[in-house]
């Protein structure tokens, strides 16, 4: 059986776990502790020398990087419901906007993730709160105007799954403080999106139980 390495609460790893359920592929999940640094195990990095999740086992063939993993995944098992669609150019759309999200929001959520989970409200670096925000005003802009309906490309799709953890984690910024806001930023389409995402039957076995 499919093996997947999660973390719990990993942007990364979430859309994976998605993914899986999605398309009713069987697996074997293993949710590592960074706390334990279970990530810096020698048996993890064995397997990933990069020692982050997500990860996959598929009998022996092992896979890391999350947008890689959904791509193999949609290939792999093209039996279940499809995570990139068929059309070219829209697929290549959902690749486009996965690209985007890692290069200019994963960066992004690092940042802000670094001073508001990372360090007592009295240490953190309002300015530089402030410029990552502007930034991520300009990103959710950006990925508002993307989107095609229901979803990016109307159906729901992997470019979906991998934006959905950096926009619930939005809400975990204002638990810290709420006159922060984030929240409130993302614009009602990518809104109705979250919530359709959040409807899913299998949606909440991959909700990180510590935020509840
Ligand atoms: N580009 C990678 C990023 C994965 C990543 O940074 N995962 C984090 C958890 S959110 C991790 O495992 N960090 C452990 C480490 O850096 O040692 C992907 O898309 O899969």
Redesign the pocket.
């Known amino acids: 059986m499919l093996k997947f390495y999660s973390?719990a609460g990993?942007?990364?790893?979430w859309p994976v776990h998605l993914a899986l359920l999605h398309k009713g592929i069987p697996f074997e999940l293993t949710v590592l502790s960074?706390g334990n640094k279970d990530?810096?195990k020698p048996e993890f990095v064995a397997l990933n020398p990069?020692?982050?999740?997500?990860a996959i086992v598929d009998d022996d063939f092992v896979l890391?990087?999350?947008?890689a993993?959904l791509e193999y995944l949609d290939e792999r098992f093209p039996e279940g419901p499809a995570l990139f669609p068929m059309e070219m150019q829209s697929r290549a759309r959902v690749r486009r906007l996965m690209h985007e999200i890692?290069c200019y929001v994963?960066p992004i959520a690092r940042a802000i993730g670094s001073e508001i989970f990372r360090k007592p409200a009295a240490e953190w670096n309002r300015e530089e709160i402030a410029t990552q925000r502007a930034l991520l005003a300009h990103e959710l802009a950006h990925f508002e105007a993307a989107m095609h309906g229901d979803f990016f490309e109307g159906e729901l799709s992997a470019a979906d799954f991998r934006l959905y953890p950096n926009l619930a984690t939005l809400k975990r910024y204002d638990l810290r403080e709420p006159s922060l806001g984030f929240a409130a930023m993302p614009g009602p389409k990518l809104q109705a999106a979250m919530r359709r995402i959040e409807a899913l039957p299998y949606f909440e076995q991959t909700y990180p139980p510590h935020w509840r």
């Open positions: 973390g990993s942007p990364y790893a960074f990530h810096l990069r020692h982050r999740v997500p890391w990087e999350s947008n993993i890692t994963s």
